[in-house]
């Protein structure tokens, strides 16, 4: 949850509301409404990578799925087919129907990363 969130979430206007209250609901209404409209044009931009993708697939018969490639060479997201993928460092060449599984599959990769590092003392 985010902080607005929780903090909006604690805040109740009750039966009398104080002008600071009404000026502390506003305010806490506004910043969740750009909250929403920035996590809906995210939204917006992986679906219409994943309808993209999706609309290729249909038209060519082909079954591109998504990888996210992150390696000292390079940071991309790209589209591949098992081994018509190529990269630098490119060993497991298995893509995902979603960008979104892609980008949260090296979220995760590198989350994993920085636990051990942090293990490690570095």
């Known amino acids: 949850m985010t902080d607005i969130v929780e903090r909006a ?47 290729l697939n249909e038209k060519s ?23 018509l993928a190529v990269d630098l460092n490119d060993a497991d060449a298995v893509g995902v129907p979603s960008c979104r599984k892609a980008i949260d599959g090296e979220m995760a990769r590198i989350a994993v990363a920085r636990a051990a590092l942090t293990q490690e003392g570095k």
């Open 9 to 55: 979430d604690g805040f109740r206007l009750g039966v009398d509301p104080t002008p600071d209250d009404v000026n502390e609901a506003n305010w806490l209404i506004d910043r969740m409404t750009a909250e929403i409209e920035h996590l809906r044009a995210d939204r917006d931009r992986l679906d219409f990578l994943d309808e993209c993708n999706a609309r």
């Open 61 to 83: 018969g082909t079954k591109y799925g998504w990888k996210m490639v992150m390696n000292h060479n390079v940071n991309r997201l790209m589209t591949q087919k098992g081994h």
